[in-house]
């Protein structure tokens, strides 16, 4: 599978932001994609996923009511909306994808592949 994620940029506190992540290579069927930051000096942190056959979604308490996962499944394409941003969600962001086999996909090592990062930068 190659992840492909792109999106990020500079934006003012209380803005939005949507990042994308395109799959390709392998069909998603009983797939989960994941979303995961690290911010400079911290370790990779969980921010959701959500499975592809039925749209399931889970957040990070840090995120929910705020980022939002969707997914198209005719362009094999994940999104991240990120609303009402702040400094502290400056990182760069990962997209990741894994089977629903592997245990419950809230950490790194559920996610055998991974996209190259885009960095989000939010100013106060």
């Known amino acids: 599978v190659q992840l492909q994620a792109s999106g990020g940029g500079l934006v003012q506190a209380g803005n939005s932001l949507r990042l994308s992540c395109a799959a390709s290579g392998r069909t998603l069927t009983n797939w989960r994609m994941g979303w995961f930051r690290q911010a400079p000096g911290k370790e990779r942190e969980f921010v959701g996923y959500?499975?592809?056959?039925?749209?399931?979604?889970i957040y990070a308490d840090s995120t929910k009511g705020r980022f939002t996962i969707s997914r198209d499944t005719a362009e094999n394409t994940v999104y991240l909306q990120m609303d009402r941003l702040n400094p502290d969600d400056t990182a760069v962001y990962y997209c990741?994808?894994?089977?629903?086999?592997?245990?419950?996909?809230?950490?790194?090592?559920?996610?055998?592949?991974w996209g190259q990062g885009t960095q989000v930068t939010v100013s106060s």
């Open positions: 990741a994808a894994g089977s629903t086999a592997l245990r419950y996909g809230l950490e790194s090592r559920d996610y055998p592949y």
């Open positions: 959500i499975t592809w056959n039925r749209g399931t979604t």
